[in-house]
C-alpha cells in the first residue's frame, strides 16, 4: 500500500515537473500490481492483471474499514502475451501501465510448455520489470492473483514481501534470464501456493499465499517440483541460506528432548578437481549457529557435549544437501545448482573440450561429495 502510495504521489509530482507533449496523467492509466500467465483450451494463452484502484489505496479507502478491495483483477487471453494483453486493453478505460508490477507468476501447465516467449516479453517490451519476483504454482496463475490480502490492500505486497524474507528461493526475471543464458546452470524458481491460514482449518476465507518448495526447469520447460525441505538443500548449495533453523533431537539414553540452533552465517564453495580425465565436485559448507532453546538435560558448556551436536549439525546439513543433490541429478537430470559452471570457471579448457556439448548427459553421474563444518558460538548462560 505505502509503495502504491508514493507511486502516485512521484508520479503527480513527475507531471508538474515535465512538458506537456507526452504527459501521462495518473487518472488515465490503470497501474498493474501483479501478472498472472496460464495456458488455457486452444493453446491460448490467459493473462490475468492486478489492478490497483487508487481511490481505496490512500487514507480514503482505509477509513472504510478494510471492506473496500485495494485492487481488482481483469483478464484475457491471446495467442501471445501482447496479443492478451491488447485484448484487455479493450475493455478498460484506462491505459495498462506494467511499470509497477513487482510479481510475475506462471501456472503449472504453461511452464511444462516453456516459457522463453515470457521472458522475451519481459525483456523486449520497456514496461515490465525485469526485477520482477518470478514464481511458479501447480494450479492456475489466476487464482493467487485473486487471493485476499492479510496486512495489506493490495496481495502484491504480500507476495514481494514474502519471497524477499530469505525463507525460499529468491528469484528475479533477470535472475531467471541469466541462469537460462549460462552455460553450466539450469533455472529454479519458488513456488507459490494457497494454504490455510490455521491448522486444520480448510474453508476457502481461511487461505493465505505460502512459499512451498520450488519449481525445477530443463532449460525453459518446467521439470517438476521440490518441497520445502528438498529446496533447503538447494538454498545450502547455491549459497544462499540466510536464515534457518536447525533441531537436535537427543536420544532417550542422554536424557531425551530436543536442541534448536539458529543459522546466523554461512558460506558454500563447489570446488572441482579434474584427476585423469575426470572432474569430481566437493560442496564445502561453513556454518556459525547459536542455541536458541534447549529442553533437554545437555549441559551445553561442556566442550565434548558441544562438539557432539556440531556433528549432527553436519550429518543433517549434509543429508539435506544429499538429497537436493540426488534429486537434480537422478530425477530431473537438471543442474540447479551450477555445477558446470564452476568446472567452467576453474577448467576453461577441459569444460569446453569434454563437458559443453555434453553435460546434460555428463550431469546425472558427476561424483558429488559433500563436507559441512559447523561452528557453535553461542548457548545461552541459562543451564
Known amino acids: 500500500m505505502i509503495a502504491i502510495s508514493r507511486l502516485l504521489l512521484v508520479m503527480m509530482t513527475v507531471m508538474l515537473l515535465t512538458g506537456c507533449w507526452n504527459r501521462i496523467e495518473i487518472n488515465d492509466v490503470g497501474i498493474v500490481t501483479a501478472i498472472g500467465l496460464d495456458l488455457v483450451e486452444r493453446d ?7 489492478v490497483a484502484v487508487p481511490s481505496k489505496l490512500g487514507p480514503t479507502g482505509a477509513s472504510s474499514g478494510g471492506k473496500e478491495k485495494g485492487t481488482f483483477v481483469v483478464s484475457g487471453t491471446g495467442a501471445t502475451v501482447s496479443e492478451a494483453y491488447r485484448n484487455i486493453q479493450y475493455k478498460l478505460s484506462r491505459r495498462i501501465f ?7 507468476l506462471i501456472g503449472n501447465d504453461l511452464a511444462k510448455r516453456g516459457i522463453s516467449h515470457i521472458i522475451d516479453f519481459h525483456t523486449r517490451y520497456q514496461e515490465p520489470r525485469i526485477n520482477s519476483f518470478i514464481m511458479f504454482t501447480k494450479g492456475r496463475a489466476s487464482t493467487i492473483i485473486k487471493s485476499a490480502p492479510n496486512f495489506e490492500s493490495v496481495s502484491s505486497e504480500e507476495t514481494k514481501e514474502l ?21 553450466g546452470l539450469e533455472p ?22 505460502a512459499i512451498n518448495g520450488a ?5 525453459d520447460k518446467l521439470a517438476g517440483w ?5 529446496v533447503r538443500g538447494v538454498l545450502w548449495v547455491r549459497n544462499e541460506m540466510k536464515e534457518g533453523v536447525i533441531t537436535i533431537k537427543i536420544p532417550t539414553e542422554k536424557g531425551g528432548g530436543n536442541v534448536s540452533f539458529e543459522l546466523v552465517n554461512s558460506k558454500t564453495k563447489i570446488i572441482p578437481r579434474y584427476q585423469k580425465g575426470v572432474v569430481k565436485l566437493t560442496v564445502q559448507v561453513t556454518s556459525e549457529m547459536n542455541v536458541i532453546e534447549n529442553d533437554s538435560k545437555l549441559e551445553l558448556m561442556e566442550q565434548t557435549v558441544l562438539e557432539g551436536l556440531q556433528q549432527k549439525i553436519e550429518k543433517q546439513i549434509n543429508e539435506r544437501i544429499q538429497l537436493a543433490v540426488d534429486i537434480a541429478q537422478k530425477k530431473y537430470q537438471s543442474d ?6 564452476a568446472i567452467y570457471k576453474k577448467y576453461p579448457k577441459e569444460w569446453n573440450t569434454q563437458y559443453k556439448n555434453r553435460w546434460e548427459q555428463e550431469f546425472p553421474d558427476v561424483d558429488v561429495s559433500i ?11 541459562t543451564k
Open 163 to 183: 519471497a524477499r524474507l530469505g525463507v525460499g528461493l529468491e528469484v528475479t526475471v533477470m535472475d531467471f534470464l541469466n541462469m537460462l543464458l549460462t552455460e
Open 215 to 219: 519449481a525445477v526447469f530443463n532449460k
Open 98 to 104: 506494467f511499470s509497477q508490477s513487482r510479481v510475475l
Open 226 to 230: 521440490m518441497d520445502k525441505g528438498e
Open 188 to 209: 529454479v524458481a519458488p513456488q507459490f501456493t494457497l494454504e490455510s491460514r490455521e491448522v486444520k482449518l480448510k474453508n476457502k476465507s481461511n487461505k493465505t499465499q
Open 44 to 50: 491460448q494463452i490467459l493473462l490475468s492483471l492486478q
Open 336 to 341: 540447479i545448482f551450477g555445477f558446470g559452471q
Open 371 to 381: 563436507n559441512s563444518e559447523v561452528t557453535v558460538r553461542r548457548i545461552g548462560l
